[in-house]
Nanobody
Framework: QVQLVESGGGLVQAGGSLRLSCAASGRFGSINSMGWYRQAPGKQRELVAT???????NYADSVKGRCTISRENAKNTVYLQMNSLEPEDTAVYYCYGSIRVAFRFNDYWGQGTQVTVSS
């Protein structure tokens, strides 16, 4: 059973920073892409940032210049450094991974971690 476990969410004032972490555990082969999505109350889940195994990254326009995604392949862990946080960044943040189990890649999601930015 593959699990993605997030940590690092919390309450922060506008302009502050948070670092989210997500570690994959269980029995699996390789990990292709990993990333972060978020869902604010009353809104659809949206992409924040992704990173593939080779290191290429992709960011939502709303977080470009404020967030940095990175991964530590040896630890099967992905990070999201968030700076200059705004109240609009308040959401539940979900970790995502495209992970190979047996002979196919499957999509896995973490349980979510709450990020609240106060004005």
């Amino acid at each position: 059973q593959v699990q993605l476990v997030e940590s690092g969410g919390g309450l922060v004032q506008a302009g502050g920073s948070l670092r989210l972490s997500c570690a994959a555990s269980g029995r699996f082969g390789s990990i292709n892409s990993m990333g972060w999505y978020r869902q604010a109350p009353g809104k659809q889940r949206e992409l924040v940032a992704t990173i593939i195994s080779g290191g290429s990254t992709n960011y939502a326009d709303s977080v470009k210049g404020r967030c940095t995604i990175s991964r530590e392949n040896a630890k099967n862990t992905v990070y999201l450094q968030m700076n200059s946080l705004e109240p609009e960044d308040t959401a539940v943040y979900y970790c995502y991974g495209s992970i190979r189990v047996a002979f196919r890649f499957n999509d896995y999601w973490g349980q979510g971690t709450q990020v609240t930015v106060s004005s």
